[in-house]
Structure formats: structure tokens, C-alpha cells
């Protein structure tokens, strides 16, 4: 079984101060990662993903993440934070071939400070 | 969004009524997925779908059905709404298993 851990749900930072969102997975087999990001009262967009190529991923809107297999960690970061930022973040993972299905962490809030 | 939209978007309801939420995708994505999204909770699985006809439960199936009678459509069915299923309702498409492409949800209350 898959599973994923989102410490904290709540985050804050002030503009143009590193984010960091950490997510540390479960799983059976190599997985495949990936970072969501939902706005207020909208779907949630895929910020970018890990299939098994590279182990640094870059996204969307300047974020990137590091797969490390030995912390079992996919931390999410971006260098400056701006306040169109702020938003829920969500991390999932899949283990490739069953039925794609993704399991979710329980999302962390980013909040940005002027 | 990109080819799978959800119908309604708002609906209040009424406990013990039967309700049917619609997901429609464009994509002939072979995967279908419906997530409720509730504080604290984030999104848990309710039902997917592997192809027409071909449904399974996820892990908070209980009072929840589903039906795929054609590719493009995925229809989630609440027998008869309790107040526990007022939620925030996903439906998503995927092929491939490289992340899933997400309708606008549906905000479900069920008074």
C-alpha cells in the first residue's frame, strides 16, 4: 500500500522568502510523485512530476522537487515566494501500473506575507 | 479545463434523497476517478473506473455508486445523501499513470 505524509498543515512565509513543503511517500514499488497545487475554489492543476527519470523535477511557476529515494522524501521548493502563491498544496503518489490510481497527503496551506 | 468538466457545479439537497453527479471527459482517457475533498482530510477516493463497465471501490466507497456506460462519462450516484457526503466532489481522467487531469469539482451540500 502507498501512502503519503505532509507534516503540518499550515505554512507561512513572507514574499520573496524560500518555500519549503515537505512530503515523505510510502510505497512498495519505485513510485511515481507528484505535486498539486489548488487555488481558492478552483481543481487542483498539476505542478509537476516524478517518473522515474530525473530525480530533480521542474515545474510550473518556478517550483521544483527533489526525489530522494534513501529519505523517501519529494520536497517541494521555490527560491522566492510570491503572493500569487498562496494556494493549497497537495502531494501524491502512484505506483506505476496500478490502475494509475494516486493517493493523496492531506495538503498544507501556503500563506505569503507582503 | 482541459477536456473533463463536471456537472453541477452547486447543489443542495435533501437527507435521504438519491443524487447523481456527472463527469464528462473529451480526452478518451481510459481512467476515471471520483475523490471527495474534505478540511483535513484532502482528497480520498471514493470509485474509479479502468474502462467501460470496469468500476472498483476506493477507500471511502460506503453509501456511493458508479457507472460507466460509455467512455466519456463517469456518473457517481448517492443512493440517498446524509449530511456526512456534504463535501467538495473531483472527478479526474488519466491514461498512462502520469498524473490525472482534474474537473472543477462540485460542491455538494446535502442539508
Known amino acids: 500500500a502507498q501512502s503519503v505524509t505532509q507534516l503540518g498543515s499550515h505554512v507561512s512565509v513572507s514574499e520573496g522568502a524560500l518555500v519549503l513543503l515537505r512530503c515523505n511517500y510510502s510505497s512498495s514499488v519505485p513510485p511515481y510523485l507528484f505535486w498539486y497545487v489548488q487555488y481558492p475554489n478552483q481543481g487542483l492543476q498539476l505542478l509537476l512530476k516524478?517518473?522515474?527519470?530525473?530525480?530533480l523535477v521542474k515545474g510550473i511557476n518556478g517550483f521544483e522537487a527533489e526525489f530522494k529515494k534513501s529519505e523517501t522524501s519529494f520536497h517541494l521548493t521555490k527560491p522566492s515566494a510570491h503572493m500569487s502563491d498562496a494556494a493549497e498544496y497537495f502531494c501524491a503518489v502512484s505506483e506505476p501500473g496500478a490502475n494509475s490510481k494516486l493517493t493523496f497527503g492531506k495538503g498544507i496551506t501556503l500563506s505569503v506575507r507582503p | 479545463d482541459a477536456g473533463i468538466t463536471q456537472s453541477p457545479r452547486h447543489k443542495v439537497t435533501e437527507t435521504g434523497t438519491p443524487v447523481t453527479l456527472r463527469c464528462h471527459q473529451t480526452e478518451n482517457h481510459r481512467y476515471m476517478y471520483w475523490y471527495r475533498q474534505d478540511p483535513g482530510h484532502g482528497l480520498r477516493l471514493i470509485h474509479y473506473?479502468?474502462?467501460?463497465?470496469?468500476?472498483d471501490k476506493g477507500e471511502v466507497s460506503d453509501g456511493y455508486s458508479v457507472s460507466r456506460s460509455k467512455t466519456e462519462d463517469f456518473l457517481l450516484t448517492l443512493e440517498s445523501a446524509t449530511s456526512s457526503q456534504t463535501s467538495v466532489y473531483f472527478c479526474a481522467m488519466a491514461e498512462g499513470g502520469y498524473g490525472y487531469t482534474f474537473g472543477s469539482g462540485t460542491r455538494l451540500t446535502v442539508v
Open positions: 516524478y517518473t522515474s527519470a530525473a530525480t
Open positions: 473506473s479502468y474502462g467501460v463497465k470496469d468500476t
